[in-house]
Structure formats: C-alpha cells, structure tokens
C-alpha cells in the first residue's frame, strides 16, 4: 500500500492504496470519471439530471468494490482545504495526488 492524496475540489484526503493505483493514479482516476461513472450500470446512483455527482470516497468505494476488493484502501488523514499560500507540508509534497 502506498499514499495517495485525491480530493473533487474540497478538502484534501490522504488514502492508503494498492501500489498499482498509486504508480498510475491519474490513469486510474480517468478510468473511474471518464468511463466507468458514465458507462457502467454499477455507477448508475451517481447520474443525476444528465451530470456526474460523485466525490473522492466514491472513488476510493469504487477501487474497494470493483478494482482491488483483496486490498481495500484506507483513509488515513483529512488533510483540509488548499491554501495556495502555504501549499501542502513538505511531508507530502512527493505523495502522488488528483483533484477530480
């Protein structure tokens, strides 16, 4: 499991994932916006008035339930809003991270 940090333009969190998500998050997180939410009958609850309504934790309950249910991933911290003045702490500055 590695780190990830994802957010859908709010708080950021910080999610233990299977290595492979984490070394291809951006590919994972496109395949989870761009074709599953629109394509997949399991993502029918998220389409809503002709939209997408989803968040992070919907994405991360995706990986769980379709992706790597043997290796479910965690939230380990709410790291909260950006704040382009102070940026993340350098901790976190190597962690891979999307913005949906």
């Not at 968040?55 to 290796?71: K, M, R, S, V």
Request: include cysteine; proline fraction near 10%; charged fraction near 25%.
């Amino acid at each position: 499991m590695k780190n990830v940090i994802i957010s859908a333009d709010g708080e950021r969190m910080l999610y233990a994932v299977p290595d492979p998500v984490a070394e291809n998050l951006r590919e994972y997180c496109l395949e989870f916006c761009d074709h599953w939410l629109p394509e997949s009958p399991d993502a029918a609850p998220y389409r809503r008035n002709g939209g997408l309504c989803y968040t992070e934790a919907d994405f991360i309950e995706y990986l769980n339930q379709y992706q790597f249910p043997d290796e479910p991933s965690v939230l380990i911290k709410n790291l909260g809003f950006p704040d382009d003045a102070s940026g993340l702490p350098e901790e976190y500055a190597a962690i891979p991270r999307f913005n949906f």
